[in-house]
């Protein structure tokens, strides 16, 4: 086949002129930092998932560190999650001197396996957080159950979730505090951020002074007329506040998900008629309870040749990729602090090394996903 001249990346922001005049409009405006634009995101976040509160950040990262904190998870406690997630959950986890333990998930979905994960509650076990892996929300009937039934804590790590449901429910709609993503790659991006939803105002309170270093107050009503400049600091509080900058370009993708995931399903659809009975590949699947997928990656299973190999063959094609993910219990410090059981995660064990993320975002073209087929067929058939 004839080899593109430019190069496909796997993703790329769909940013328009409606986003382009909302940032103009906010550079403008003469504050740009945390103020009216973030509290109008956070009230869109809400509107969404359904949950009561939201609190904006830097990023989902941010989220995670803070809610930890928030949840008091410390040294001697075990958070579960599954290994096939982003490091910096686990990176956290860690950082809190706490204990990750891992929960193996489907092959054909990559969501966390709900069965397994029973057996690995202790009596230090703390919190559970589920993944909505790659916008396909995780069995959250099953999640509920065990943490009622242990009494444990639940943090959905939504980071792939705007726009995802499960049996009518949006996530961060469970009651349960879910931290969502807008990095560049995300279903919707404010360049960097993160936002997450929750119902306890207990928590939202910690939550709003510990993003901002601890002060009571925000900025923006210190600075304001009649404001008062000074502050007491009661605990102090890490840096982690959300601009109104990046509020402005969040509002303006929140206008515009429901257009922007619709294009990923579409474009998901094509790739599955494209590259359904390819031999050496295995497909994506999908949960088979009731849920709206929310198509944040379309992660391909090489099992034909070698993952590495064509990785490299998509390059020499002028086509981009991701890894979704390398499994957090392979990374070297969890393997030396932590040393997992390879084989008390099967699962995980036999995705990782054939996964690959296909590129897909909105303003990809219907031929860019032909194209994308046309060369893996290729490069399988030839392997
Ligand atoms: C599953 C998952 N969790 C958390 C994160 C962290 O998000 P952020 O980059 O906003 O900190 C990501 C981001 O890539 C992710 O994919």
Redesign the pocket.
Known sequence: MKIRKDFLPFSRPSIGETEINAVAACLKSGWITTGALCKAFEEQLCALTGAPRAVSLS??????HLMLTALNVGPGDEVITPSM??A??VNLIALRQAKPVFVDVDYGTLNMDCEAMEEKITERTKVMIP?H?AGAPADMDRVNRLARKYSLKVIE?A??AVGTSYKGTHAGGFGHPA?F???P??NITTG???MITLNSAAVEKKLRLTRFHGIERDAWKRYGKGGNPSYDIAEPGYKYNMPDLLAALGLAQMERWRELNARRRVLAGLYFDGLRGTEGLDLPEVPSYDHVHAWHLFVVKVTGMSRDLFMQKLADHNIGYGL??PPAHKLSYVKKRFGVRAASLPQTNLAADRIISLPLFPDMTENDVHYVCGAIKEILKNA
């Not at 990023?59 to 995670?64: F, H, I, L, P, V």
């Open positions: 990023s989902a990262t941010a989220g995670m997630t982003f910096s959950t993944v892996f790590d980071a792939h931290i993503s807008f990095h790659i995300k960097e951020g993160g979704h993910f």
